[in-house]
């Protein structure tokens, strides 16, 4: 079973819709947790860190749900520019190593 | 300007002929690390280090080296490339190491081994 796992979509919302990522992990002893965005052919970069309180940014909110082992990305108001891959990642229990999902495509239609 | 640079940014090889990709950061980072991207994979950590002269295999480290003998440099080393090494390949840097740091990433290097 993979450490981190996500819906691969595709997700195709029209502009101004709301639309949410889901993300599972396997080890429950697993400490942190971020989105990261990869636009095509591109290196990914920080969206926003997980935070077990969950959190906001703008019009992008991240959740963290520890009893269920999973993490949400909620994005509102959608833009054309929000059009990418958005990646779940999830540091592991033990050392520095990160895992990384599949990600999961976002298209936003005019 | 911080950033993680990567060379070459392509590299089309022949199996069994060695190759180095190189990583530098230029923000004084501890952490350093390599990851592989296939299509359906995602992101698969190959090697990472914790500071000069401290190395860790990731996920998938078969068929790859590293040396970290300067903070700033991080190369990944195929000693025999093979076809099934072809892959976007990422070098990372973050501050510490600390879960909670973001990592920033190389512009990637995109290998073909023929």
């Known amino acids: 079973r993979k450490e981190v796992e996500q819906d691969p979509g595709p997700f195709n919302v029209p502009e101004g819709a709301t639309v949410a990522f889901n993300c599972t992990y396997s080890?429950?002893?697993?400490?942190?947790f971020f989105w990261y965005r990869q636009d095509c052919r591109k290196e990914p970069k920080l969206l926003m860190s997980?935070?077990?309180s969950g959190n906001e940014d703008g019009r992008f909110t991240a959740q963290l749900n520890r009893a269920s082992q999973y993490i949400s990305l909620l994005i509102r108001d959608s833009k054309l520019s929000d059009s990418a891959t958005y990646l779940c990642?999830?540091?592991?229990?033990?050392?520095?190593?990160?895992?990384f999902g599949t990600g999961t495509s976002l298209t936003v239609i005019p | 300007e911080a950033q993680v640079t990567q060379n070459p940014r392509y590299l089309i090889t022949v199996t069994g002929k060695k190759l180095t990709v190189t990583c530098s950061q230029n923000?004084?980072?501890?952490?350093m690390s390599w990851y592989r991207q296939d299509p359906g994979l995602g992101l698969r950590q190959i090697y990472y280090?914790?500071?000069?002269?401290?190395?860790d295999k990731g996920d998938v480290p078969e068929g790859y080296k590293v040396s970290r003998k300067e903070k700033r440099n991080f190369p990944l080393i195929l000693e025999s490339p093979s076809p099934n090494q072809t892959s976007l390949y990422f070098c990372?840097?973050?501050?510490?190491?600390?879960?909670?740091?973001?990592?920033?990433f190389g512009p990637g290097t995109r290998l073909l081994v023929l």
């Open positions: 990372a840097s973050t501050l510490s190491g600390s879960r909670q740091e973001t990592q920033y």
């Open positions: 080890n429950s002893a697993s400490q942190s």
């Open positions: 997980v935070y077990s």
């Open positions: 990642v999830g540091g592991g229990s033990t050392g520095n190593q990160f895992y």
């Open positions: 923000m004084n980072h501890e952490y």
């Open positions: 280090s914790m500071n000069v002269e401290v190395t």
